[in-house]
């Protein structure tokens, strides 16, 4: 059994293959970028009229003029108007480029209007006013997003405002999902009195899913080493992630680490010492694939693949934040404990995790509004306002 | 002009309209579950064994017996094991269910093989060690997740476990987004000198599909009355929630608070006390569509998305926090200030707020790493280490 944190160091020697695809500004949202993203032109790309007025020249505003007649009008969406007569000023819309010759623009709440034009009456005038200059925020060229950077919706305007259509990004780990036990049966049948249904895939599939990682397919396979040793070497063959769910305790039908090494995985950690999960296998493929053999257990489940599985998908952003205990959590005397938790905004910039009660690691009911676990060192019994590790799924 | 807590009075009394509709597990994942879910029986089903090892009888084990023959297995799937016979146990494993007569389990951890048998020798054994009885997380008919309830991964895992392979939850409500100026080219083409690419659609319906909503529609429409009229109205007809980006102040030619009158649409705001986003229109269409009508602004678009939209959408779950701010934040004399920004863990469990800097609010590049808006009250300096709300989009 070796202790949490020298799993942790195993898995920083893990890596998922990193490959790239093109994608569309939809299916780049949430991915990371492959390749940095530069302006393909100054930004603003012409100077800008920034608030709805008058455009004018500052010389003639420095010389005095305070009235202007209006020698027309430049709405957005129209090309740069030739600049004003000596002695007007343009009607100019937010949006617009500035008129030739101009470079200053006076709201239009500081304009009263005249029988032949506008008195401009502004309380403060400063040359530029209203107006972004072209390249202002950022030269053509400029580096934009860098590659790594996840895409959210503000990156995915910023693509769109330079004409990227589509992007590199990395591509999402393949991922297969295995529950094993001859105890289960699918949701859609109805179960004998000895068996129940299956929930570990769902649990899997759909953290992963609400991760981003789109549809994992997920399989079923006996407790039966032939039949594992079949379903688990196509499963390898595909996989750059596999996840199985039980079968990795020490009873005799217990097969999945045996086979799991007869396909030729390497054992990296089998147990480790942790409650819930203790049983965890982990281990690496012929190819390098990355194979978590998690306890059938679903709270185990729920916690080996919030504290491990999903640190290792999201590298080099993990997930874990800090947060304080609610009320006193007591640890166990050597092995790690997770505890099913949510977290609460405290009202002063502070995170406090309230724990889920339940009647310990077989009840999965309790992780129902729980969001990840909380991690509690060993032989530590934590005060509340403690601060502990938070680990969301 | 109204203040912000105006605003969101007024906002308070807008809902989107509840519909529900059948969803199966995958497309559940994320959606508010619209009728309460029941334990279709005992959970679990069954005495269940917990550890693998061996099932006796505590009347032998208290008349002092400690070495036992072995009538039998039963593993996980398997029928319930009729009993052992007098002097015996079961050898067990974890999922099965407990033998007939048993009513404790010694760990196989604690066994000594004999010739014929085994020899337990735990260090402490009580009654129903190592079992989960019958119902003893939940009884049939129990209610496992309320109405309401948003559907996370571990709720899935629970709706797979008692054979709901569908459940009604809210549909999410038919939202279009639509952006005006006759500046704005489509991302594929390129724009003239004049013009931009737009943006502000992808941020919305990026930031949407972020939250779930799936694809929403989006269209161009051009600084046109008529057009506006025509192209609103059909949107009108189809959407519970319209965004429309840009065309909504001061100028002659926006004239999309107008347009939307015109079509029946209740003005209830136009203008608030804030930066950026002052112009912000909202209002409710003829058949109690709710309509926001944003300043065209890219960090406006996303700052009132952030902090009003995002609200109505997932009320009763705002998605408000609270940060402390790394560094000084000013305020302005009379209107709410809304500065980008990104959340970080300060190592014990605290919230660090890192205002994105930028060029003001027309330079919508500095929004790339940001993750919603602080908000400063006006006529506040706010000192490092103040807590602020921060609005995540």
Known sequence: MVPVAELDRILSDLAV???????????????????????????????????????????????????????????????????????????????????????????????????????????????????????????????????????????????????AQAVPVRCRPEIRVVCTGDELVDVDKAPLAHQIRRSNDRFLTSALRARGQGAVPSTHLPDDPELLEAGLGVLLGQADVLLVAGGVSASRRDFVPGVLEGLGCRCLVHGVAQKPGKPLWVGTGPKGQIVFALPGNPVAVAACFARYVLGVLRRPEPLVRTARLEAPTAGLPSMTRFVAAHLRDDGAGGVVALESRGNGSGDFLHLTGAEGFLEIPPGKVLQARSVARFWPW
Chains 1, 2 share one sequence.
Request: proline share 8%; with cysteine.
């Open 17 to 163: 293959p990193i490959r790239v695809r093109q994608a569309d500004l939809d299916s780049a949202l949430g991915e990371v970028l492959a390749q940095a993203v530069e302006a393909d032109r100054d930004i603003p790309p012409f100077d800008r009229v920034c608030m709805d007025g008058y455009a004018l020249r500052w010389d003639e505003w420095t010389a005095g003029r305070r009235e202007f007649a209006v020698s027309g009008s430049s709405p957005a969406g129209a090309e740069r108007h030739p600049g004003p007569l000596p002695g007007s000023c343009v009607e100019v819309m937010t949006g617009a480029p500035c008129p030739s010759g101009c470079d200053l623009v006076v709201r239009l709440e500081d304009a009263l209007p005249r029988d032949h034009g506008v008195f401009l009456d502004p309380s403060k005038v400063v040359r530029g006013q209203n107006l972004a200059w072209r390249g202002s925020d950022a030269r053509a060229g400029k580096v934009l997003l860098e590659e790594g950077c996840r895409l959210g919706p503000a990156e995915i305007g910023i693509l769109a405002s330079v004409g």
